[in-house]
């Protein structure tokens, strides 16, 4: 995407019932009132708390959930999610 970035390239092999879950760092980079960040492991609590992966995202809810760990503050970066399921 950008020429002076090196990026990794992987190939992998998704079967039946596997799901693929992709999300940029505006998803997990978000602070709280004490400059916490969310991180990785923050935002899979609130994946997992919502049922995920056996249940699909529901977007409005973990908006709302990234939103109230930042005490509802506006999001400082992008938030994207791109999720892929093998059915």
């Known amino acids: 995407m950008l020429a002076d970035c090196d990026y990794d390239e992987?190939?992998?092999r998704l079967n039946e019932g596997d799901c693929?879950?992709?999300f940029s760092?505006?998803?997990f980079?978000?602070?709280n009132a004490q400059d916490q960040m969310l991180g990785i492991e923050g935002l899979l609590g609130i994946?997992?708390?919502?049922?995920?992966?056996t249940s699909s995202i529901q977007m409005k809810a973990v908006e709302e959930?990234?939103?109230?760990?930042?005490?509802?503050?506006?999001?400082d970066?992008?938030?994207t999610f791109l999720e892929v399921r093998m059915n």
């Open 10 to 12: 992987v190939n992998t």
């Open 20 to 22: 693929l879950l992709l």
């Open 25 to 27: 760092d505006g998803a």
């Open 29 to 31: 980079e978000i602070h």
């Open 47 to 53: 994946l997992r708390g919502f049922g995920y992966p």
């Open 65 to 75: 959930e990234l939103l109230r760990f930042s005490n509802g503050l506006r999001l």
């Open 77 to 79: 970066d992008d938030v």
